[in-house]
């Protein structure tokens, strides 16, 4: 495809490896911040949009790039195994909010909390997410406007309160 146009690969591969970071240290760490402000809101209504850059100011943005990089890793793998991979990434779900409560945690720690507060639940956090899909779909008439004011931030406050239950009831979990 390059031919003989060695600065065309070169150029393409420091994108992809620029795109790779901002992946790793904006998209992730806002993902957890997303979480967290959802996990707030459910308690205080007023919580502020900024919470969602948390991750940044309490300066633990190394440690969550690194458990939420693994996580990305780890689920490629299992993706390859095509059942695995689908229910994996029901078990890995609840990754981002333990980081969310703790962005200073071990990822194995992570990894395990989250496997534990999964466990017998991936049925029921498959059934919500197949009704959500259900509507993102009849959402597609709408151009989207469904998604983006109503089915967006219910299944995002549907999540934080799934994590807070799961949490709740296996307290011996943490």
């Given at each position: 495809?390059?031919?003989?146009?060695?600065?065309?690969?070169?150029?393409?591969f420091?994108?992809?490896?620029?795109l790779?970071?901002?992946?790793?240290f904006v998209?992730?760490?806002?993902l957890?911040?997303k979480?967290?402000?959802?996990?707030e809101?459910?308690?205080?209504?007023d919580?502020?949009p900024?919470?969602?850059?948390?991750v940044?100011?309490?300066?633990?943005t190394?440690?969550?790039?690194?458990?939420?990089?693994?996580?990305?890793?780890?689920?490629i793998?299992?993706?390859?195994?095509?059942?695995?991979?689908?229910?994996?990434?029901y078990?890995?779900?609840?990754i981002?909010?333990i980081?969310?409560?703790?962005?200073s945690?071990?990822?194995?720690?992570?990894?395990?909390?989250?496997?534990?507060?999964?466990?017998?639940?991936?049925k029921?956090?498959?059934?919500?997410?197949?009704?959500?899909?259900?509507?993102?779909?009849i959402?597609?008439f709408?151009?989207?406007?469904?998604?983006?004011?109503?089915l967006?931030?219910?299944?995002?406050?549907?999540?934080a309160?799934?994590?807070?239950?799961?949490?709740?009831?296996?307290?011996d979990?943490?």
């Amino acid at each position: 495809l390059f031919k003989n146009s060695i600065s065309h690969s070169v150029v393409i591969f420091c994108l992809v490896a620029v795109l790779l970071l901002v992946n790793i240290f904006v998209r992730n760490i806002i993902l957890v911040g997303k979480c967290r402000y959802f996990l707030e809101h459910r308690r205080y209504t007023d919580t502020r949009p900024d919470r969602i850059l948390f991750v940044y100011k309490v300066g633990k943005t190394g440690n969550v790039a690194k458990v939420m990089f693994i996580r990305y890793i780890r689920q490629i793998l299992w993706n390859f195994t095509i059942i695995g991979g689908f229910i994996k990434s029901y078990e890995y779900s609840m990754i981002p909010y333990i980081l969310a409560e703790d962005p200073s945690i071990d990822y194995k720690e992570a990894f395990r909390l989250s496997k534990e507060l999964t466990k017998g639940e991936k049925k029921r956090i498959f059934g919500m997410d197949l009704l959500y899909f259900l509507g993102f779909a009849i959402s597609s008439f709408s151009y989207n406007l469904i998604s983006v004011f109503f089915l967006n931030p219910l299944k995002e406050c549907s999540y934080a309160e799934i994590y807070m239950t799961l949490r709740e009831v296996k307290t011996d979990v943490h």
